[in-house]
């Protein structure tokens, strides 16, 4: 039995058209390295556990809402100027769908292909009007209009995903614990398993993926802990 080859497989290639796993794993890395770094930060500054907790829920909760509008509204946006430049190109082509159809073969001329097929397939596109306005606009906006992310699938993703990674650093205070650098490591260890599952989808080393996310972290705590403990000692926290 031979082995089918990756191009005549369906969805051999992952899922890069942005749907959900983009504000999922911006949403897991801000939530987590936000909350380590407000922990850190009043931390650092000497409030009681007490506080510590109450600033990592307050800290999740505006997170989690911000990032789920934000996303949504930048997705939102995003599909709307594209609805806008289709029906521009729309326009365009019932307009002047001649000369439509040369600026399509000229492209293709300037990437190798030889112009009398180049304009023999642009004409056969230009017969299909549908078939036209998708060709034309992948090739000119670079997107494909059939295929737009959802702005409700980015917003409720990183909603999620941002309270997950946020709530990682406040596990050890919740189950009753108090130390500040116990909840930092729980924090890192989060980091480094989120960093090294995004590796999954990138063909990325996993240590190397959870590395980079750790260090980028840690660096975002120690500066948050500083200011704290400036501002503490100062202002006599």
């Known amino acids: 039995m031979t082995d089918t080859p990756a191009a005549l497989r369906e969805n ?3 899922d890069v058209t942005g749907g959900w796993l983009r504000p999922a794993v911006f949403g897991a890395m801000d939530g987590l ?6 922990i850190a930060g009043v931390g650092g500054g000497g409030v009681s556990p007490r506080s510590v907790v109450l600033t990592g829920v307050a800290g999740l909760v505006a997170g989690a809402i911000s990032m789920g509008l934000g996303e949504y509204t930048s997705v939102r946006s995003a599909n709307e100027q594209v609805a806008a430049e ?3 190109e729309r326009r365009e082509l019932e307009r002047h769908p001649e000369a439509e159809a040369r600026e399509l073969a000229d492209a293709w001329v300037a990437r190798g292909l030889p112009r009398d097929l180049a304009t ?8 299909n009007p549908d078939e036209a306005l998708r060709v034309h606009v992948r090739e000119e906006l670079g997107v494909d209009p059939d295929d737009q992310p959802s702005p409700w699938t980015a917003a409720i993703s990183s909603f999620l995903f941002f309270s997950v990674g946020a709530l990682i650093p406040l ?3 919740l189950f ?5 650098w116990l909840a930092l490591a729980v924090g890192g260890l989060g980091l480094f398993a989120a960093g090294a599952i995004v590796a999954r989808f990138t063909q990325r080393p996993w240590w190397s993926g959870g590395l980079r996310q750790l260090v980028l972290g840690a660096a975002a705590a120690a500066a948050t802990y500083l200011i704290g ?9």
């Open 12 to 14: 051999h290639h992952a």
């Open 229 to 237: 403990a400036l501002v503490g000692v100062q202002g006599g926290l």
């Open 171 to 173: 596990l050890t205070y």
């Open 176 to 180: 009753g614990a108090t130390s500040l």
């Open 86 to 88: 289709v029906a521009k």
């Open 33 to 38: 390295v936000t909350n380590i770094a407000l």
């Open 120 to 127: 023999q397939v642009a004409d056969a596109v230009r017969r």
